[in-house]
């Protein structure tokens, strides 16, 4: 089973509203990722969690908060977001992230628009 | 800053037709290199990957990728396209610490 699963599909929300992306697993794996995905444009890196640690932020603005609460979930927090913010979220996993080659794996991704 | 290029950002081919997809990188260090399809409405799916041994790879679906280690490049073809084909291609490189940079992807159009 390589499948990274993430909910909810699609989010409206306005710019003084708190919600969260919810990214689940059950590969075993021990790193997550989040990606943020403008139209017509790559995946950019935003975080990477290694065994629930947070190893990477790529300058992500304060308004977005990450959380690992345990191996097999990886959580975003929004608030007080930006319409610059519509965009897909895409959360990944691969076997450990600490560096040595691997392969990360992609869920379907969250459609955000922020009105 | 390691960034990745793909030379083309459409390509529209027939059915049967040859593809080739063009993916550059500029990192000096050893890398791993990555080519992900993104199907109309679907998540991002890993085509074929390499690591290290054989720079002629395999992947899924009659695709392969070249590793030119000279040329920094990975190209990625397929000798007989389908419709299904259709999709957005993207290549991406692992320099360090697990962090993929992806190209500016390649929307591929195959007209039945």
């Known amino acids: 089973d390589t499948e990274v699963t993430q909910t909810p599909k699609h989010l409206v929300m306005g710019m003084t509203n708190k919600k969260s992306l919810k990214c689940e697993q059950h590969m075993g794996h021990r790193a997550m990722y989040w990606y943020k995905q403008k139209a017509k444009k790559p995946p950019e890196l935003m975080f990477v969690?290694?065994?629930?640690?947070?190893?990477i932020n790529e300058s992500v603005p304060s308004r977005f908060s990450p959380e690992c609460p345990n191996s097999s979930l990886l959580n975003l927090h929004l608030h007080a977001l930006q319409p610059e913010d519509s965009a897909l979220y895409l959360c990944?996993?691969?076997?450990?992230?600490?560096?040595?080659?691997?392969?990360?794996?992609f869920g379907p991704g969250t459609r955000l628009l922020v009105l | 800053a390691q960034s990745v290029s793909q030379h083309n950002h459409h390509v529209i081919l027939s059915e049967a037709a040859s593809l080739e997809l063009g993916c550059n990188y500029s990192y000096g260090g050893t890398v791993n290199l990555f080519w992900y399809v993104q199907y109309p409405g679907q998540h991002l799916q890993l085509l074929l990957k390499?690591?290290?041994?054989?720079?002629l790879v395999k992947g899924i679906k009659g695709f392969e990728a070249e590793f030119i280690k000279s040329k920094f490049s990975f190209n990625l073809r397929k000798p007989s396209v389908q419709w299904s084909d259709t999709a957005e291609y993207f290549c991406a490189v692992e320099a360090a610490g697990n962090k993929l940079t992806f190209g500016g992807g390649t929307r591929v159009l195959v007209k039945p």
């Open positions: 390499y690591f290290s041994g054989d720079p």
């Open positions: 990944a996993s691969s076997q450990e992230g600490r560096g040595l080659p691997e392969t990360q794996y």
């Open positions: 969690y290694s065994y629930e640690k947070l190893s």
